[in-house]
T-cell receptor, first 111, second 116 residues
Framework: QKEVEQNSGPLSVPEGAIASLNCTYS??????FFWYRQYSGKSPELIMF??SNGDKEDGRFTAQLNKASQYVSLLIRDSQPSDSATYLC???????????WGAGTKLIIKP | EPEVTQTPSHQVTQMGQEVILRCVPI?????FYWYRQILGQKVEFLVS????????KSEIFDDQFSVERPDGSNFTLKIRSTKLEDSAMYFC??????????????FGEGSRLTVL
C-alpha cells in the first residue's frame, strides 16, 4: 500500500517564527516530492518540489529530503499570517503520472 | 499568466444522472489529469491522459468514469450514473512533463459536484 503520512495538526506558530512541516512516505523507490499549499475551498498550489537528498531553498521556504529515512520536510521562515493554510505533501511513487497525497497539515500563524 | 480553467464551478445533480465536467488545460501542456477531493479528505488521483489516451488510472476510475479530449483545447470527465459517494471537488490539472520527471502540476479551481 502506497502511503504518504502527515500530522494533521493544527500546527500553531507565532508570526515571524519558523514553521516545520513533516511528511513520511512508504515507497523507498519514490522519485519526486512536492509540497502544495491549499487554502480552504481552493485548489492546491505548488510551493516547491525536490528530487535529490538534502536541502532546497526558495525564498522563505526550504524543502529537505532524506531518502534513507523516507521523509521530506518543509520549513517556512519568518512565518506570516498569510501562510496559514493546509500544506499537502505529494509523492511520485514509481509512476510518471500519479501523485500520492498526504492528508495535509493545517498550519495556523498567530499574529 | 496561463491557467487551467474548469466549468462548472458547482453542479448539483440527482443520483443516477450523468455529469460532464469540463477543463481547459494550459495550452502548451501535454499531460492532463483529474483528481478529486472528498470534503475533509485527501486529494486522490483519478486518471492521467497523454498523447490522446489514458496513460494511467486509479482503482477509483472504474467503468463509471470516462475522459475525452474532444478538440484541441477541452478535456472532459464524464461520470455516468452518479452515486452519493461521487460528491467531491474534482480538480483538473495539467503539466508540461510527467510528474516522474519535472512535471509541476497546475490545478484548476475545481468543480464541486453534489449528488443528491
Amino acid at each position: 500500500q502506497k502511503e504518504v503520512e502527515q500530522n494533521s495538526g493544527p500546527l500553531s506558530v507565532p508570526e515571524g517564527a519558523i514553521a516545520s512541516l513533516n511528511c513520511t512516505y512508504s515507497d523507498r523507490g519514490s522519485q519526486s516530492f512536492f509540497w502544495y499549499r491549499q487554502y480552504s475551498g481552493k485548489s492546491p498550489e505548488l510551493i516547491m518540489f525536490i528530487y535529490s537528498n538534502g536541502d532546497k531553498e526558495d525564498g522563505r521556504f526550504t524543502a529537505q529530503l532524506n531518502k534513507a529515512s523516507q521523509y521530506v520536510s518543509l520549513l517556512i521562515r519568518d512565518s506570516q499570517p498569510s501562510d496559514s493554510a493546509t500544506y499537502l505533501c505529494a509523492v511520485n511513487m514509481d509512476s510518471n503520472y500519479q501523485l500520492i497525497w498526504g492528508a495535509g497539515t493545517k498550519l495556523i500563524i498567530k499574529p | 499568466e496561463p491557467e487551467v480553467t474548469q466549468t462548472p464551478s458547482h453542479q448539483v445533480t440527482q443520483m443516477g444522472q450523468e455529469v460532464i465536467l469540463r477543463c481547459v488545460p494550459i495550452s502548451n501542456h501535454l499531460y492532463f489529469y483529474w483528481y478529486r477531493q472528498i470534503l475533509g479528505q485527501k486529494v486522490e488521483f483519478l486518471v492521467s491522459f497523454y498523447n490522446n489516451e489514458i496513460s494511467e488510472k486509479s482503482e477509483i476510475f472504474d467503468d463509471q468514469f470516462s475522459v475525452e479530449r474532444p478538440d484541441g483545447s477541452n478535456f472532459t470527465l464524464k461520470i455516468r450514473s452518479t452515486k452519493l459517494e461521487d460528491s467531491a471537488m474534482y480538480f483538473c490539472a495539467s503539466s508540461e512533463a510527467g510528474t516522474g520527471s519535472t512535471g509541476e502540476l497546475f490545478f484548476g479551481e475545481g468543480s464541486r459536484l453534489t449528488v443528491l
